[in-house]
T-cell receptor, first 112, second 111 residues
Framework: DAGVIQSPRHEVTEMGQEVTLRCKPI?????LFWYRQTMMRGLELLIY????????DSGMPEDRFSAKMPNASFSTLKIQPSEPRDSAVYFC??????????FGSGTRLTVV | DAKTTQPNSMESNEEEPVHLPCNHS???????IHWYRQLPSQGPEYVIH???SNVNNRMASLAIAEDRKSSTLILHRATLRDAAVYYC????????????FGSGTQLTVLP
């Protein structure tokens, strides 16, 4: 089991550019979560999918952020346009019902 | 969401047991108690979870108070690799199953 796979591991981009973060959940897991972590705000839930359907996107900061889950094995988080305050580590996690959640290694995003 | 309260930091000596407390006085009957930890520069890692009874696994033990208003994560023999931020999180068994992280407890293990 390769675990939750995120790509890229690091991303440096210029303000105004589009950024796409990718996540492959563990096969068989039916829920997928996107989190953001900063020193100031800690770990924040951005959006949560269940069976590929977005259930709760109240944590998405603004319209510049969007997330999709076209199938059970892939999800993207897109920021367009990016801003310096979006710099953070973005984590993807997946789970099956009420078992433990498995997190990926994260994508460290720097917007300059 | 029901909230949890944890000490900001704790220290332990290597090879000794560590008891990490968590208070959750507003827990509901259907809330599971989850523990995660985050090692430096890594994503959070599942440690253990339970509902009412004490739980054991290869990583740790979870002791849940009879009234469920508090719990304790027990690391039986702390190692330097256990130094991490430990999060106690309540997870609803209903449709809203997201993990809501607090600030956790920073565990320092002294050699």
């Amino acid at each position: 089991d390769a675990g939750v796979i995120q790509s890229p591991r690091h991303e440096v981009t210029e303000m105004g550019q589009e950024v796409t973060l990718r996540c492959k959940p563990i096969s068989g897991h039916n829920s997928l979560f996107w989190y953001r972590q900063t020193m100031m705000r800690g770990l924040e839930l951005l959006i949560y999918f269940n069976n590929n359907v977005p259930i709760d996107d109240s944590g998405m900061p603004e319209d510049r952020f969007s997330a999709k889950m076209p199938n059970a094995s892939f999800s993207t988080l897109k920021i367009q346009p990016s801003e310096p305050r979006d710099s953070a580590v973005y984590f993807c996690a997946s789970s099956w019902t009420n078992y433990g959640y498995t997190f990926g290694s994260g994508t460290r995003l720097t917007v300059v | 969401d029901a909230k949890t309260t944890q000490p900001n930091s704790m220290e332990s000596n290597e090879e000794e047991p560590v008891h990490l407390p968590c208070n959750h006085s507003t827990i509901s009957g259907t809330d599971y108690i989850h523990w995660y930890r985050q090692l430096p520069s890594q994503g959070p890692e599942y440690v253990i979870h339970g509902l009412t009874s004490n739980v054991n696994n290869r990583m740790a033990s979870l002791a849940i108070a009879e009234d469920r208003k508090s719990s304790t994560l027990i690391l039986h023999r702390a190692t330097l690799r256990d130094a991490a931020v430990y999060y106690c999180i309540l997870v609803s068994s209903g449709s809203a199953r997201q993990l809501t992280f607090g600030s956790g407890t920073q565990l320092t293990v002294l050699p």
